[in-house]
């Protein structure tokens, strides 16, 4: 009896690492096709064109992302939250996005009204995690210079895209973000 249940817990584990390999080599190969294509890239700027219209020309684009994680007993319940970003120097809009049947679709838009918001930063390995405050609700965005996906829609990171100038560009205008949101709520 013994013997069996090592056998069934080195087969559990062995699934458990092909799984993991197999999804890995999955994400490989969805951000080498977006590196050779730019296809989500260029899925999100189409979206955010015909949201800004003309002003788009004046706003640089950018994804974030973050899941929350619930428990409730044995339970663990995972809610996912893609955005886009759109921002000038003095202006930033947040777009919850989300991709459904390989189209992209926004649900709402959130000018960031800096009288009314609180802003954090906090710098990850890989890139910033910010967390506004609105209206007394939290709202952590986690950006990165790489954002990367396995192309599965109901993720966090439902596009795969290289963003690295868009992502300096953010970091130039974020002291001025956090600036504005400092001395608003003073």
Request: charged share 25%; aromatic share 12%; with cysteine.
């Amino acid at each position: 009896m013994n013997w069996f249940m090592v056998v069934a817990v080195i087969f559990v584990i062995g699934v458990c690492v092909i799984a993991g390999v197999s999804e890995s080599k999955k994400a490989k190969q969805y951000m080498q096709k977006q590196l050779e294509t730019n296809e989500d890239k260029r899925a999100l700027l189409d979206l955010m064109s015909k949201i800004l219209g003309e002003a788009f020309v004046n706003y640089t684009i950018l994804v974030g992302y973050y899941t929350k994680v619930t428990h409730r007993g044995n339970t663990t319940t995972y809610y996912y939250f893609p955005y886009a970003l759109a921002f000038t120097q003095d202006d930033l809009i947040i777009y919850p996005i989300i991709k459904k049947e390989g189209q992209l679709f926004y649900r709402n838009q959130m000018a960031v009204d800096w009288s009314a918001t609180e802003l954090k930063q906090k710098k990850r390995k890989d890139g910033v995690t910010l967390t506004f405050k609105i209206v007394g609700e939290t709202m952590p965005i986690n950006i990165d210079p790489v954002i990367k996906s396995n192309g599965m829609e109901k993720s966090d990171r439902p596009l795969g895209i290289y963003q690295e100038q868009e992502y300096q560009r953010f970091m130039q205008y974020l002291p001025g973000y956090l600036a504005k949101a400092k001395n608003a709520n003073e």
